[in-house]
């Protein structure tokens, strides 16, 4: 454990993933900032990816997990803030590549997808691998860049 908080947040299609999740940082000892949703009542994930984004800018919390039944809906949805980097991830290749090259500060994991296992290897991973810097620097500032795009010669 390391002082940062960790926002979480799910769908019902991941609550049950998210549970686990939570014991795992509880028992690890870091600060849990736990946003729901908290049992199978389906909901709208972007609303819970929402909730996760803006514990971020508000400085509630210094990263973000974000689970539901795909992880899709929740990269997509965290990916359209322009502060987030949400890296969906499957496999501990990807968990610790998105922090050394993406600096990701959110992992976003499919509960339909993955086993509580590999999604909690998934998360030690994410928490214990820092970025690399150097020569991704520049390519993570690019993404920074990207917030508010305009496609040239469309006028939009
Ligand atoms: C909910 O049924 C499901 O669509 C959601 O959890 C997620 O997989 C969407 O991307």
């Known amino acids: 454990m390391d002082g940062r908080v960790v926002a979480i947040g799910a769908d019902h299609g991941?609550?049950?993933?998210k549970s686990s999740l939570v014991s795992w940082l509880s028992d690890a000892g870091y600060p849990v900032l736990d946003l729901?949703?908290?049992?199978?009542?389906?909901?709208?994930y972007p609303d819970f990816?929402?909730?996760?984004?803006?514990?971020?800018?508000?400085g509630e919390a210094d990263v973000g997990i974000a689970v539901c039944g795909?992880?899709?809906?929740?990269s997509i949805a965290l990916n359209?803030?322009?502060w987030i980097r949400a890296a969906l991830c499957s496999d501990v290749t990807a968990a610790r590549l998105c922090r050394e090259?993406?600096?990701?500060?959110?992992?976003?994991?499919?509960?339909?997808v993955i086993d509580e296992q590999t999604a909690i290897a998934c998360l030690e991973t994410f928490l214990r691998t820092g970025f690399d810097g150097?020569?991704?620097?520049?390519?993570?500032?690019?993404?920074s860049a990207l917030s508010g795009p305009t496609l040239s010669g469309t006028g939009s």
């Open 101 to 112: 090259h993406n600096n990701a500060n959110v992992l976003a994991m499919g509960a339909r």
């Open 70 to 74: 795909s992880g899709i809906g929740m």
């Open 134 to 143: 150097g020569r991704h620097e520049r390519r993570v500032a690019k993404l």
């Open 14 to 17: 991941g609550v049950s993933l």
């Open 49 to 58: 990816a929402g909730a996760v984004a803006c514990a971020l800018r508000q």
């Open 36 to 44: 729901g949703t908290d049992g199978p009542v389906p909901v709208d």
């Open 80 to 82: 359209r803030y322009h």
